[in-house]
């Protein structure tokens, strides 16, 4: 559940002078909300533990960055409750922090992708996205030599790969170090990690997309519909930042796979990938195969030119 | 004449005076890095890496450790030995003529060999006499099986120290922790080791359309 109207959040806000400024006008919307959701809550029976208590105690919740540890905890456990409540499954949420020392990259071959999308299929799989539109993090373009930019490139083939004379370019999230979606963002509903993941707040998301007309890198999507995911296929462990079930209405993207990259695993892609083309670690630690990358091959990054610093390059053999 | 050429020069002397301040300018103000890769250009010291513990209890059984290291760290790479289904060789081949019929093609028919291209190999580049059950090079040094890498690093010495170093081949599982790689044989078959064309796994939509 998210604040209907930013004014929600406003009315609500923790500063101690917010008695002081509360208008009139705003103290008889609360009053009102307040009657017309306890009417509700004498309907439907509203007992501490409840679905509707649950509800409720989401929907008046902080964004996750002005959380403490035990408010983080008790949304977790709140959203746990509830997936049990409405979906019938065991779902663990974690929200975990970042580890130290870490900032996280990226890098994709392009002489040895050859085009198979099993990243895009585990992505799908892993992130709990939508199956019904057909949503995808991932998007891998097939290009011939000389192209540079996918959008030259063919984003919709469908035949047996890799064809000769083509080469294939995976596109999501680049993680931008100086990442123009969060300067867009009207209600801070997305921001830069200290380990270089760049996230979003779900319930802090108001669907104002631009943060997706502000990504020069097409690496964000919008949930027009309440995502279908059938309940045998649901990935249980979830994270609050990343794979998480979203609603109608949120914006979402690559996470590096949160809930799995903070406990040291690959994210699903990398784990995925029949050929080795896609490399992920840390920045920071001299010794790693990211590392290796940036100082031995040819790297470059799309549109470096923007400023935007992405964390994900692409090399040649 | 005379002047013609003391002022070429002096033209000569001056341009390249120009051109050495031009440079020592760009070195002045251009000179360091911005953004990312400052950050990580500055992170020269190891990582002390938290995550380590939690993952070595999480490692597979069947890896070994690497006879080579990247920045003197060890790394391990997956096994091969238990995963070739008629190994031993030398249950078979011990020197003994083999009678049975159509040995050959009953033991080894779905070996196809396409490795080498315009000189392909046979199967007596890699597959000795003797030993029987091990690799050799062609320095005669014996290897085993597991550590296959050395023998296709022979030729592939490229995309061996490509290897060591990550640009090549694939981490398995963890990012963090113990560095554990896909042996060359986890991916390639050995006897054709071009991957093969297939259908992708899925296909995407228009991104513009909702």
Same mark, same amino acid.
């Given at each position: 559940?998210?604040?209907?109207?930013?004014?929600?959040?406003?009315?609500?806000?923790?500063?101690?002078?917010?008695?002081?400024?509360?208008?009139?006008?705003?103290?008889?919307?609360?009053?009102?909300?307040?009657?017309?959701?306890?009417?509700?809550?004498?309907?439907?029976?509203?007992?501490?533990?409840?679905?509707?208590?649950?509800?409720?105690?989401?929907?008046?919740?902080?964004?996750?960055?002005?959380?403490?540890?035990?408010?983080?905890?008790?949304?977790?456990?709140?959203?746990?409750?509830?997936?049990?409540?409405?979906?019938?499954?065991?779902?663990?949420?974690?929200?975990?922090?970042?580890?130290?020392?870490?900032?996280?990259?990226?890098?994709?071959?392009?002489?040895?992708?050859?085009?198979?999308?099993?990243?895009?299929?585990?992505?799908?799989?892993?992130?709990?996205?939508?199956?019904?539109?057909?949503?995808?993090?991932?998007?891998?373009?097939?290009?011939?030599?000389?192209?540079?930019?996918?959008?030259?490139?063919?984003?919709?083939? @469908?035949?047996?790969?890799?064809?000769?004379?083509?080469?294939?370019?995976?596109?999501?999230?680049?993680?931008?170090?100086?990442?123009?979606?969060?300067?867009?963002?009207?209600?801070?509903?997305?921001?830069?990690?200290?380990?270089?993941?760049?996230?979003?707040?779900?319930?802090?998301?108001?669907?104002?997309?631009?943060?997706?007309?502000?990504?020069?890198?097409?690496?964000?999507?919008?949930?027009?519909?309440?995502?279908?995911?059938?309940?045998?296929?649901?990935?249980?462990?979830?994270?609050?930042?990343?794979?998480?079930?979203?609603?109608?209405?949120?914006?979402?993207?690559?996470?590096?796979?949160?809930?799995?990259?903070?406990?040291?695993?690959?994210?699903?892609?990398?784990?995925?990938?029949?050929?080795?083309?896609?490399?992920?670690?840390?920045?920071?630690?001299?010794?790693?195969?990211?590392?290796?990358?940036?100082?031995?091959?040819?790297?470059?990054?799309?549109?470096?030119?923007?400023?935007?610093?992405?964390?994900?390059? @692409?090399?040649?053999? | 004449?005379?002047?013609?050429?003391?002022?070429?020069?002096?033209?000569?002397?001056?341009?390249?005076?120009?051109?050495?301040?031009?440079?020592?300018?760009?070195?002045?103000?251009?000179?360091?890095?911005?953004?990312?890769?400052?950050?990580?250009?500055?992170?020269?010291?190891?990582?002390?890496?938290?995550?380590?513990?939690?993952?070595? #209890?999480?490692?597979?059984?069947?890896?070994?450790?690497?006879?080579?290291?990247?920045?003197?760290?060890?790394?391990?790479?997956?096994?091969?030995?238990?995963?070739?289904?008629?190994?031993?060789?030398?249950?078979?081949?011990?020197?003994?003529?083999?009678?049975?019929?159509?040995?050959?093609?009953?033991?080894?028919?779905?070996?196809?060999?396409?490795?080498?291209?315009?000189?392909?190999?046979?199967?007596?580049?890699?597959?000795?006499?003797?030993?029987?059950?091990?690799?050799?090079?062609?320095?005669?040094?014996?290897?085993?099986?597991?550590?296959?890498?050395?023998?296709?690093?022979?030729?592939?010495?490229?995309?061996?120290?490509?290897?060591?170093? #990550?640009?090549?081949?694939?981490?398995?599982?963890?990012?963090?922790?113990?560095?554990?790689?896909?042996?060359?044989?986890?991916?390639?078959?050995?006897?054709?080791?071009?991957?093969?064309?297939?259908?992708?796994?899925?296909?995407?939509?228009?991104?513009?359309?909702?």
């Amino acid at each position: 559940m998210k604040p209907l109207q930013p004014s929600c959040s406003t009315t609500l806000s923790e500063s101690p002078d917010a008695d002081k400024t509360r208008g009139r006008r705003d103290f008889l919307k609360g009053a009102l909300q307040l009657a017309a959701l306890c009417g509700t809550a004498a309907l439907t029976g509203c007992e501490p533990g409840g679905r509707f208590g649950l509800q409720w105690q989401e929907f008046f919740k902080k964004n996750y960055r002005l959380m403490t540890p035990l408010e983080k905890e008790a949304t977790v456990q709140r959203l746990e409750q509830l997936a049990k409540l409405r979906r019938g499954i065991d779902i663990h949420i974690s929200a975990a922090e970042p580890v130290k020392e870490v900032l996280f990259g990226y890098a994709f071959n392009l002489t040895r992708c050859e085009g198979f999308m099993e990243c895009v299929q585990a992505c799908v799989r892993e992130n709990n996205l939508d199956r019904k539109s057909k949503t995808q993090y991932i998007r891998i373009f097939e290009l011939e030599p000389g192209q540079m930019s996918p959008e030259s490139g063919n984003g919709q083939y @469908f035949h047996e790969v890799p064809v000769n004379g083509h080469f294939y370019m995976g596109i999501q999230c680049f993680h931008c170090q100086n990442a123009p979606c969060v300067k867009a963002c009207p209600t801070k509903a997305t921001w830069m990690e200290p380990d270089g993941i760049v996230v979003v707040d779900y319930d802090w998301c108001i669907g104002c997309r631009y943060c997706m007309a502000a990504c020069p890198y097409w690496g964000r999507r919008f949930n027009w519909n309440e995502p279908y995911v059938p309940k045998e296929e649901i990935t249980l462990k979830q994270h609050y930042l990343g794979n998480r079930l979203r609603s109608r209405g949120m914006m979402e993207k690559c996470t590096f796979c949160i809930q799995r990259s903070r406990d040291g695993q690959l994210p699903a892609c990398a784990a995925a990938c029949p050929t080795g083309a896609r490399v992920f670690g840390n920045l920071l630690d001299p010794d790693s195969e990211i590392r290796f990358v940036l100082k031995h091959k040819k790297v470059f990054r799309l549109k470096e030119d923007l400023g935007t610093e992405p964390k994900f390059w @692409f090399f040649v053999d | 004449m005379k002047n013609n050429s003391s002022y070429l020069r002096l033209g000569f002397i001056v341009a390249v005076a120009w051109m050495a301040l031009i440079g020592l300018a760009i070195d002045g103000f251009c000179g360091h890095e911005e953004g990312v890769k400052a950050l990580f250009q500055q992170a020269m010291g190891p990582w002390h890496d938290p995550l380590a513990a939690t993952i070595a #209890g999480a490692l597979p059984a069947d890896i070994t450790q690497v006879h080579e290291t990247y920045n003197g760290r060890p790394f391990w790479t997956q096994t091969r030995k238990d995963k070739v289904t008629r190994f031993k060789c030398s249950q078979c081949h011990d020197g003994r003529t083999v009678t049975a019929e159509n040995a050959a093609a009953v033991a080894h028919g779905d070996i196809v060999l396409d490795h080498g291209g315009a000189k392909p190999l046979s199967c007596f580049t890699c597959h000795k006499d003797n030993p029987r059950d091990q690799f050799e090079t062609e320095k005669g040094v014996t290897i085993d099986m597991d550590h296959v890498y050395e023998l296709c690093g022979q030729c592939h010495f490229r995309q061996k120290s490509d290897w060591i170093g #990550g640009a090549h081949g694939k981490r398995l599982d963890h990012w963090a922790g113990q560095r554990v790689v896909a042996n060359c044989t986890s991916c390639h078959n050995p006897h054709s080791p071009v991957f093969k064309k297939r259908w992708p796994a899925t296909y995407s939509l228009p991104l513009d359309e909702p």
